[in-house]
């Protein structure tokens, strides 16, 4: 069903995961004084953009899942673990010289509307228990 809220969350998330890896820099490395260059994920960190794809993938994938919720919040779940992998991996592996770039900020965007796809899968079955409940 996608006109469900949950689903359009999830291809929320789906396209600002591949924005964020073709379009927004993630470090920024200061060769000298006016010098910068800007890393994205789609031409650095290979196995960061493979946790984000597996996101994306996981979350796409999840719109079709609309009949079974419990395997729809254990994808979402599943999927905002791999963010944060990459988010965590970026932060602690590159932290020594690089400076953080807009994209790992941006990461935040699709984390949340995965989060809050969890929130309204988990009401919609709160919703069909009482409705079952008054049967």
Known sequence: MIQRFQSLLFFF??????????????????????????????????FVRLFIFLSAGLSL???SQYKNRKR???ISSVSRLMITLAFVSLVFLYRESEDIG???????????SLFLATYFIRK?????????RLR
């Not at 927004?24 to 010098?35: A, K, R």
């Not at 807009?102 to 949340?112: A, H, N, Q, R």
């Open 13 to 46: 998330a789906f396209l600002t995961l591949l924005i964020i890896v073709f379009y927004f820099p993630v470090l920024v490395v200061n060769i000298d004084d006016q010098e910068k260059i800007f890393l994205l994920l789609a031409d650095h960190f290979s």
């Open 61 to 63: 994938f999840s719109i």
């Open 72 to 74: 729809q919040i254990l």
């Open 102 to 112: 807009v994209g790992l900020f941006l990461l935040i965007i699709p984390y949340t």
């Open 124 to 132: 919609d079955e709160r919703v069909i228990k009482d409705a079952d």
